[in-house]
T-cell receptor
Framework: EAQVTQNPRYLITVTGKKLTVTCSQN?????MSWYRQDPGLGLRQIYY???????DKGDVPEGYKVSRKEKRNFPLILESPSPNQTSLYFC?????????????FGPGTRLTVL | QKEVEQDPGPLSVPEGAIVSLNCTYS??????FMWYRQYSRKGPELLMY????GNKEDGRFTAQVDKSSKYISLFIRDSQPSDSATYLC???????????FGGGTRLMVKP
């Protein structure tokens, strides 16, 4: 089954404790991205990657890091989480040349930073 | 001002009603327009997309784009309780894959 998986699905942590949210896709997609979703603000892009070892900032990159060492994986790293990073996070992937830009989303990770 | 504006709702309608969901935008470079549907505790799924201006129909769903007014709409005919979800508009320009999303409208269809 074609899918994007994220782990963990739920996470409660404390300020300053480094964490990683994993993302993996099995569709051989070149493009992957991370979004955060907050009430009334919709989905805002954090980082994206157009291929292995190619990453770039989205609209809200502050406080986040990413890496793309393999095509299928795109982990999101919070080196020192803060309460304003409490949010619902989605990983997404798509082909690079798909005109309709269908991005396939993972199930989401709900993060709470105390 | 946000680049893409969308009424957050919630919008509550009876089963069988025609639903109209809308977004306005400010960036005239946007060329691809999409509607995503997001059920509770799930990731968004692409529902429809349109390139440039015009209409597109798929079953009970019709997407309309009016670039002159910078206004897009999604119509749902004969709405069903299973249509209850949050609907997000999204759009992008010709280059790259980066999408700009609206805030989403929560729709509730009551049996």
């Amino acid at each position: 089954e074609a899918q994007v998986t994220q782990n963990p699905r739920y996470l409660i942590t404390v300020t300053g404790k480094k964490l990683t949210v994993t993302c993996s896709q099995n569709m051989n997609h070149e493009y992957m991205s991370w979004y955060r979703q907050d009430p009334g603000l919709g989905l805002r892009q954090i980082y994206y990657s157009m291929n292995v070892e190619v990453t770039d900032k989205g609209d809200v990159p502050e406080g986040y890091k990413v890496s793309r060492k393999e095509k299928r994986n795109f982990p999101l790293i919070l080196e020192s989480p803060s309460p304003n990073q409490t949010s619902l996070y989605f990983c997404a992937s798509s082909e690079m040349r798909l005109a309709n830009n269908e991005q396939f989303f993972g199930p989401g990770t709900r993060l709470t930073v105390l | 001002q946000k680049e893409v504006e969308q009424d957050p709702g919630p919008l509550s309608v009876p089963e069988g009603a025609i639903v109209s969901l809308n977004c306005t935008y400010s960036n005239s470079a946007f060329q691809y327009f999409m509607w995503y549907r997001q059920y509770s505790r799930k990731g968004p799924e692409l529902l429809m997309y349109t390139y440039s201006s015009g209409n597109k129909e798929d079953g009970r769903f019709t997407a309309q784009v009016d670039k002159s007014s910078k206004y897009i709409s999604l119509f749902i005919r004969d709405s069903q309780p299973s249509d209850s979800a949050t609907y997000l508009c999204a759009m992008r320009g010709n280059a790259g894959n980066m999408l700009t999303f609206g805030g989403g409208t929560r729709l509730m269809v009551k049996p």
